[in-house]
């Protein structure tokens, strides 16, 4: 179906959708689309789609550039500016700002909540927002009102700061997201709109985003977080990334926060925050797998199959004497997952523990873990102290962390609205984008925004 033949496409079940360039090829993926207000209470024009590319990245595709939607693709075509997405002034997202409203219908002035939105195309080829998709609000034991479709020109409200927006419909468009997309979608929102959804999600999931965020913008929306909420959130994430937090946050609101925090969750992090922040201490998860000779290798498979451990520290069993948890009784050796699916059920880990692999000391250096991990092709590397107990470990996503540039999350933003990279989305492939087809089509964006 061309886009000529679309009568409405509503954005939320537009949201997910795979983009693909003329050819075939897979592009991206549709996340939001860019809107504006107009005076009078006219339809808002669509401006285009917020589409997310590889490496994360949000670019904007002009709603020009859209040449056909269908049931589970959308195609677009021509020059795409590769920069990094952000909404300039006057500009709104669909779905990021304007879902989950509270409006009001004109007729009978009645509160009701957006649930969607509905746009069109015109006979011109513009697009507007002229359908809303409305929930009222349920009476008595209903927790849900009636539904209905209306046309723009019939609700009023959206013009109007909404102090206590809900995130319902929203959290339903992104909720199948893993933490690190989910963390760049937050990131494009609104700081208002961040705050929301930050405290509309539970503990684990937020905590899981955090540590998939900026290092600014993650100590922000800490900030604004209750310190009883924002001590359960640091309670769930990985000691070490909650230490790293810690470290950002400053000495006296990390002390308020570790004060708050479970006394177990607060010893492992207060442990990790003596080590300087470059070494193997200042790296290490204080939660590997640990477990004692006498245990069976189908005790440690399911130890290993655990859904909260990460596929870094499900690599290798660490084996130690009693106590299992860090600091640990004298540090053994470790068991190599791969051997683990070799050895029968019944084999106890002694009898295969791997004893060549030494720990570091936790004052190791960044150049001597990382090159220890590649020397050995290891996916994480213990960390003991001076009486061989096991303090933790080292894992290789750790390390990359630290040695890629502050802030490598955002390294595709711009730090100006200058010309980006161009996707050439073109029928002809292998074919040359001149300076002259980059002039025209920076100017027919600037037109379509």
């Not at 693709?73 to 300039?88: D, Q």
């Not at 020109?153 to 690190?180: D, K, W, Y």
């Not at 069976?296 to 499900?314: I, K, M």
Request: with cysteine; glycine share 6%.
């Amino acid at each position: 179906m061309s886009v000529s033949q679309i009568n409405r496409v509503f954005i939320a079940r537009l949201a997910g959708t795979a983009v693909f360039d003329p050819n075939g090829d897979p592009v991206g993926k549709v996340r939001d689309a860019v809107a504006t207000l107009r005076s009078n209470n006219q339809p808002p024009r669509i401006l285009g789609l917020v589409v997310e590319v590889p490496l994360r990245r949000r670019v904007f595709v002009p709603i020009t550039r859209v040449t056909s939607i269908e049931s589970g693709a959308v195609v677009i075509t021509g020059l795409v500016n590769m920069r990094r997405f952000e909404a300039r002034a006057g500009e709104l997202l669909v779905l990021g700002e304007l879902l989950d409203r509270s409006i009001n219908l004109i007729e009978s002035g009645e509160a009701v909540v957006v649930e969607d939105m509905g746009m069109e195309q015109t006979r011109t080829g513009d697009w507007f927002v002229n359908r809303v998709h409305i929930m009222k609000k349920g009476s008595g034991l209903r927790r849900k009102g009636a539904t209905s479709t209306v046309q723009w020109e019939e609700v009023t409200g959206f013009a109007l700061p909404e102090h206590n927006q809900g995130v319902t419909n929203l959290l339903s468009t992104i909720s199948n997201l893993r933490a690190a997309d989910l963390a760049a979608v937050i990131q494009d929102l609104a700081p208002k709109r961040r705050v929301e959804v930050a405290r509309a999600l539970d503990d684990e999931r937020l905590a899981d985003v955090l540590q998939e965020m900026d290092e600014a913008e993650r100590v922000a929306l800490l900030a604004e977080l209750e310190g009883e909420r924002a001590a359960d959130v640091l309670g769930e994430m990985d000691p070490d990334d909650a230490a790293d937090l810690l470290r950002e946050v400053g000495e006296e609101k990390a002390q308020v926060l570790i004060d708050l925090m479970e006394p177990e969750d607060a010893e492992d992090v207060l442990r990790l925050m003596t080590y300087e922040d470059y070494s193997a201490g200042g790296m290490m998860t204080t939660e590997p797998i640990v477990m004692s000779a006498d245990y069976s290798v189908a005790d440690a498979l399911a130890s290993v199959r655990a859904r909260e451990v990460s596929p870094a520290l499900a690599s290798q069993v660490f084996v130690c004497r009693q106590p299992l948890e860090t600091p640990t009784g004298r540090y053994i050796g470790m068991v190599h997952y791969q051997r683990l699916l070799r050895e029968p059920p019944s084999t106890l880990l002694g009898s295969i523990v791997d004893t060549d692999t030494q720990g570091l000391n936790p004052n190791a250096s960044l150049h001597e873990v990382s090159s220890y991990l590649a020397s050995y092709n290891l996916l994480s590397v213990p960390v003991v102290d001076a009486n061989e107990r096991l303090l933790g470990a080292v894992t290789v996503d750790d390390v990359l962390d630290h040695l890629l540039p502050e802030n490598w999350r955002l390294e595709h933003r711009d730090s100006t609205r200058g010309t980006g990279p161009k996707l050439n989305l073109s029928d002809v492939a292998g074919s040359e984008v001149s300076e002259e087809d980059l002039e025209l089509d920076n100017q027919m964006e600037e037109e379509a925004r």
